[in-house]
Structures are given as C-alpha cells and as structure tokens.
C-alpha cells in the first residue's frame, strides 16, 4: 500500500544509495519528493514475473527476495541462477489458490536497505524478469520512468547518476550472463579464446581525419542536435581507415566506442582455433559501446572491411562530457542504457530456451577447419567459406542499419548436430551481449564465415 515518508527518514534512506550520497541535502529533498513510497507487509509481492513494469525500487526498509518460476528442465533453471539460489513457496495475499508456477518458485537474490531492484524497467519498460517479495515488513520508494523522463528535463544531474547506476548494474549483469553461458559451453567442449594470425593484422586503428560524413544521416545518431553532434566531433573526428584496419582486438581491455559512419567493419571471434565472422555491420552501426561505461576485455575484434569512416569516442572523453552534464552525454548515456537493457533481457531468455530444449538438427552450410591462410606465403591453403554471418545489427530505434551478406558458401550442405547448432548460438550469443549492436532477434538463423572467406577466398578442391 501507498504510505508517506518523513522528510527526515526519505532524505536518509535517499543518502544510503551509493548513486545518490554524493548530492546535497536540498537535491535529496527535491529527488525524494517526487517518489512514491509504499509499504509491504511480509509474504507480500512487490511486483510478480511477467508483469509490465516501468519502475524501479529503493529499498528503505526490511528485506525483499528475488524469486523466479522454476523450469521443467533443472538445466534450464540453473542458466538463469546465481549460486544458492533456494526453492520456496509464495502465499498469496489475496486467499486465492496458488497456481503451480506461483507456488514452485527460487529465490536467487536479495535486497537490502540502500540497494535497488527492477532498474533495467526504469529505463526500458517490459515484463519483468523475477518475483519481488518481502521476506518482512518492507519500505520502498519507486521511481518510475515518467519521474525519471522529468529528471532528464530539469535535473540532468539526478537523471546521469541514476541511468549510471542502471549502466553499472546492467555490466555487471552482463557479466554474470557471461559466465554462465560460458560454463554451458564449457560443458560442451566449446573453445574460444584469442589468437594471434596473419588472417588478422597488428592493431592498426590510425586513420586520416575525414570530415565528408553527415552525422545527421547516421542511424545511431539521428535524433541529436547539430550543437550536440558537433560535441561530439571535438572529441571523437570522423577518420577514415583502409582494408583490414584492425580498430581493436578480442581479449584486450576496452575504452572506447566505435561509430561507423561510412562502409562497414566485421565482428571476428577466435572459436576452436579458427577466426569467425560473427557479424557484418553497416554504415549507422555503434559498436563496443560497453567499453565506455565497463573495462571488460573486448568479446571480439572489430576490422575494417573495404574502407570506412569512423569516430572513436574514448571512456575518459565521455565521462568528461558527462561530468560536465552535457545534452549530448546525457542522451548517448540513455541510448547505451536502453540498448543493453534489450540485449541482456533477450540473451537470457534465449540462453534458458537453448539449454532446456530438446536436439535440434538444422541443414546449414558445414564448418571445416581449413588452416587460415597467410599472406605472401607460398603453399598455405586457403581458409574455409564456413557459414555466412548474421543478416543484420543495429541499434533500438527504428531506423536500423542493416548488414551484408556474403556470397553463399560454396560447400554442400549437410546436417548439422546439436553440438555444432549450439556452439553456433552460444558463441554468438556471447559476443552480441558485448557488442550491442549485434541483433539476438535470429539468433537462430545465425552463420559464420572465416574473414578470408568474406574477401572471396574459397576453399582449396
């Protein structure tokens, strides 16, 4: 139920969230009085799974437990855990019976005073992922997307600490998914890792400046302003980059985004000792945005393909315009925001789908584990023309850009084994949640190709 706050008490519980106790006591006043605070008597739900929310909560008082629906499939229900997660039963308040998902369900979390919960639906409304129930008696404060939308408006400030915090909540999530897709595949005997080749060349990422590009017209940046994108050149020109341009690798630590705005760059991953392209993104894609808000090493290496034009925003620069609160920073911020809530939420209900389905078999082009060839040196032999990449990425908006397909692969099609169909998926799966702009819609129409293969090369007879 709704309830009221001291001024007292709301300013106080508002200075226990790490990304509120910096601000003075007239901002923790003005933020806590546009909040709605309610009261939960223990046993009580908060909000269930699969309901639409658009909020999130602080938690002032009390304990609430994160429960999800338990699957058929122990698996499947271990994908989307934590350890220690534990079973429970839910009562109902309302005296109604119990439904069989409500009553088998585990806790895989905890909240305390000071911390929050339902963040990702603050800035991306959508069916909540989890149950929230108080363990005991509980105080919250709700702040929902509309308040944050005002906060945006007229309390810029507020509004990059709370979409900061959802950014640091959302990596570290991230990560966790990470983990545990990279345990499944483990589990299957699925090799990734870094590889030094001559199919890839040293970091190369040194271009001429190139100031022939609209902004305006890039997919990624419509909607800001020209004073905003003009921001946004000081620190990040436009430059220009050759064939093979190599803007980063897999494995190294990030700090910087990529924008491409003319031509286009490939998505490699090493996987089984083999370079794969795992996607083909066009003029209007941004790529590595995680890097920005997260020094994780890169999911994958970005290289040019043909020519492009691109703008490199670094951490610092970014954080700098941040600080400085300025509209450009702010609404690039939410944009990241926005993107990754949609691709964990994506990734993790496709992850739970993969490991608890039953074998499938598709016919797709087979992947053979032809040597990568080296250039200049006599009797190497020609990479394989393995599956072609991904049809499109893009960023939320409407306005995606699309990706290139290659010319099909020339070898003939064979059934594919699970085993092969999941590596597929889970190593895709895997770099798409760092490299956001890579699209989990089709993730099951998903093919690679070696990057040899995407210049022509064929295999040998």
Same mark, same amino acid.
């Given at each position: 139920?709704?309830?009221?706050?001291?001024?007292?008490?709301?300013?106080?519980?508002?200075?226990?969230?790490?990304?509120?106790?910096?601000?003075?006591?007239?901002?923790?006043?003005?933020?806590?009085?546009?909040?709605?605070?309610?009261?939960?008597?223990?046993?009580?739900? *908060?909000?269930?799974?699969?309901?639409?929310?658009?909020?999130?909560?602080?938690? %002032?008082? =009390?304990? #609430? &437990?994160? !429960? $999800? /629906?338990?699957?058929?499939?122990?698996?499947?229900?271990?994908?989307?855990?934590?350890?220690?997660?534990?079973?429970?039963?839910?009562?109902?308040?309302?005296?109604?019976?119990?439904?069989?998902?409500?009553?088998?369900?585990?806790?895989?979390?905890?909240?305390?005073?000071?911390?929050?919960?339902?963040?990702?639906?603050?800035?991306?409304?959508?069916?909540?992922?989890?149950?929230?129930?108080?363990?005991?008696?509980?105080?919250?404060?709700?702040?929902?997307?509309?308040?944050?939308?005002?906060? *945006?408006?007229?309390?810029?400030?507020?509004?990059?600490?709370?979409?900061?915090? %959802?950014? =640091?909540? #959302? &990596?570290? !999530? $991230? /990560?966790?998914?990470?983990?545990?897709?990279?345990?499944?595949?483990?589990?299957?005997?699925?090799?990734?890792?870094?590889?030094?080749?001559?199919?890839?060349?040293?970091?190369?990422?040194?271009?001429?400046?190139?100031?022939?590009?609209?902004?305006?017209?890039?997919?990624?940046?419509?909607?800001?302003?020209?004073?905003?994108?003009?921001?946004?050149?000081?620190?990040?020109?436009?430059?220009?980059?050759?064939?093979?341009?190599?803007?980063?690798?897999?494995?190294?630590?990030?700090?910087?985004?990529?924008?491409?705005?003319?031509?286009?760059?490939?998505?490699?991953?090493?996987?089984?000792?083999?370079?794969?392209?795992?996607? $083909?993104?066009?003029?209007?894609?941004?790529?590595?945005?995680?890097?920005?808000?997260?020094?994780?090493?890169?999911?994958?290496?970005?290289?040019?393909?043909?020519?492009?034009?691109?703008?490199?925003?670094?951490?610092?620069?970014?954080?700098?315009?941040?600080?400085?609160?300025?509209?450009?920073?702010?609404?690039?911020?939410?944009?990241?925001?926005?993107?990754?809530?949609?691709?964990?939420?994506?990734?993790?209900?496709?992850?739970?789908?993969?490991?608890?389905?039953?074998?499938?078999?598709?016919?797709?082009?087979?992947?053979?584990?032809?040597?990568?060839?080296?250039?200049?040196?006599?009797?190497?032999?020609?990479?394989?023309?393995?599956?072609?990449?991904?049809?499109?990425?893009?960023?939320?908006?409407?306005?995606?850009?699309?990706?290139?397909?290659?010319?099909?692969?020339?070898?003939?099609?064979?059934?594919?084994?699970?085993?092969?169909?999941?590596?597929?998926?889970?190593?895709?799966?895997?770099?798409?949640?760092?490299?956001?702009?890579?699209?989990?819609?089709?993730?099951?129409?998903?093919?690679?190709?070696?990057?040899?293969?995407?210049?022509?090369?064929?295999?040998?007879?």
């Amino acid at each position: 139920m709704t309830t009221r706050l001291h001024p007292d008490t709301m300013r106080e519980a508002l200075k226990r969230v790490p990304f509120l106790s910096s601000f003075d006591a007239a901002t923790l006043d003005a933020v806590g009085s546009m909040l709605g605070a309610r009261r939960l008597d223990e046993g009580q739900a *908060l909000y269930r799974q699969g309901e639409q929310g658009d909020s999130m909560m602080i938690v %002032v008082s =009390g304990r #609430l &437990a994160v !429960r $999800v /629906r338990s699957s058929s499939s122990p698996r499947a229900t271990a994908a989307v855990l934590p350890p220690g997660g534990e079973r429970s039963s839910l009562p109902r308040m309302d005296g109604a019976q119990q439904s069989s998902q409500e009553t088998d369900e585990i806790e895989v979390a905890a909240v305390y005073p000071g911390e929050v919960v339902g963040e990702m639906a603050c800035v991306d409304p959508g069916p909540r992922s989890a149950s929230v129930v108080a363990t005991k008696a509980s105080q919250v404060l709700e702040l929902s997307r509309t308040t944050l939308r005002t906060f *945006l408006d007229h309390a810029p400030k507020v509004a990059v600490a709370v979409v900061g915090a %959802v950014i =640091g909540l #959302l &990596a570290r !999530r $991230v /990560r966790d998914t990470n983990g545990r897709i990279e345990a499944e595949m483990g589990r299957r005997g699925i090799t990734t890792g870094c590889r030094v080749t001559a199919a890839l060349p040293p970091l190369t990422g040194v271009g001429q400046e190139d100031g022939r590009v609209d902004l305006r017209q890039v997919a990624c940046l419509k909607g800001f302003s020209n004073a905003e994108l003009e921001a946004l050149v000081k620190v990040a020109p436009p430059k220009s980059y050759g064939d093979g341009t190599v803007l980063c690798r897999e494995g190294e630590p990030g700090d910087s985004c990529f924008i491409v705005a003319k031509g286009v760059v490939i998505i490699v991953r090493v996987v089984a000792g083999m370079e794969r392209v795992m996607a $083909v993104l066009e003029a209007g894609s941004l790529v590595g945005q995680m890097a920005l808000v997260d020094r994780s090493p890169r999911s994958a290496t970005v290289c040019v393909r043909g020519e492009a034009v691109v703008l490199t925003l670094h951490q610092r620069a970014f954080g700098q315009l941040l600080s400085n609160v300025h509209p450009f920073a702010v609404k690039f911020q939410e944009q990241i925001a926005v993107a990754g809530t949609r691709q964990l939420r994506l990734a993790n209900q496709r992850f739970a789908g993969l490991v608890e389905r039953s074998p499938v078999t598709a016919t797709v082009p087979a992947v053979t584990t032809a040597q990568v060839a080296t250039p200049g040196r006599s009797g190497s032999p020609a990479p394989s023309a393995g599956p072609a990449p991904t049809r499109r990425s893009g960023p939320p908006q409407s306005s995606r850009p699309h990706s290139s397909a290659p010319p099909p692969s020339p070898l003939d099609p064979r059934p594919r084994s699970e085993d092969e169909r999941m590596a597929d998926m889970l190593t895709y799966m895997q770099t798409a949640l760092g490299e956001w702009n890579m699209s989990l819609e089709d993730m099951e129409s998903v093919k690679f190709e070696t990057p040899e293969a995407m210049r022509g090369a064929r295999p040998r007879p």
